[in-house]
Antibody, heavy 121, light 106 residues
Framework: QVTLRESGPALVKPTQTLTLTCTFSGFSLSSGQMCVSWIRQTPGKALEWLARIDWDDDKVFSTSLSTRLTISKDTSKNQVVLTMTNMDPVDTGTYYC?????????????WGQGTLVTVSS | EIMMTQSPATLSVSPGEGATLSCRASQSIDSHLAWYQQIPGQAPRLLIYDASTRATGIPVRFSGSGSGTEFTLTISSLQSEDFAVYYCQQYHHFYTFGQGTKLEIK
């Protein structure tokens, strides 16, 4: 059974850096052409894909947010970490990690429950 | 960026009836399209991928069709648990989602 769970701060101040962790089970990110993506849901832009990291450590970012995002993985812990710099109130929303995006699974077949992030001073 | 446009924004249907949701891509995406269902307070759930393939565990009353730029999600005989928001998403070039269609009880 594939499961994913997001964790991180519920509240960040404007200009701060957001760090989110996705802890997953039921698959390996070191083989099998697997990948994990981050997707957010905001009132203004509905669902928006942010970034993806692949089994071979390839990383892909949303063009509009690439300068603010980094993504990494720790295969021993089954974790993927997303950081987003210079947070703004418009970044308020629910952040999801999901399995998929390329390789064996081009779509997003399993999602975490999401973590709500509010950007406010 | 490939834009995805869903219609209608809201669809009111009675339980037991069928529903047809539309999704249009701004350029051809072949069959690289997925459909998701989102119940308020929950994460999106994959229903359909490759435009017409049902995901594991999805009831047969859900079906997808289309290719190129025009796609349809059809739900036959709506059940109470089907009233939710539905999103289409392309994975032909990066990933973009439609704005969603809210399926509500008439």
């Amino acid at each position: 059974q594939v499961t994913l769970r997001e964790s991180g701060p519920a509240l960040v101040k404007p200009t701060q850096t957001l760090t989110l962790t996705c802890t997953f089970s039921g698959f390996s990110l070191s083989s099998g052409q697997m990948c994990v993506s981050w997707i957010r849901q905001t009132p203004g832009k509905a669902l928006e894909w942010l970034a993806r990291i692949d089994w071979d450590d390839d990383k892909v970012f949303s063009t509009s947010l690439s300068t603010r995002l980094t993504i990494s993985k720790d295969t021993s812990k089954n974790q993927v970490v997303l950081t987003m710099t210079n947070m703004d109130p418009v970044d308020t929303g629910t952040y999801y990690c999901a399995r998929g995006g390329v390789g064996a699974i081009d779509w997003f077949d399993s999602w975490g429950q999401g973590t709500l992030v509010t950007v406010s001073s | 960026e490939i834009m995805m446009t869903q219609s209608p924004a809201t669809l009111s249907v009675s339980p037991g009836e069928g529903a047809t949701l539309s999704c249009r891509a701004s350029q051809s995406i072949d069959s690289h399209l997925a459909w998701y269902q989102q119940i308020p307070g929950q994460a999106p759930r994959l229903l359909i991928y490759d435009a017409s393939t049902r995901a594991t565990g999805i009831p047969v009353r859900f079906s997808g069709s289309g290719s190129g730029t025009e796609f349809t999600l059809t739900i036959s005989s709506l059940q109470s648990e089907d009233f939710a928001v539905y999103y289409c998403q392309q994975y032909h070039h990066f990933y973009t989602f439609g704005q969603g269609t809210k399926l509500e009880i008439k």
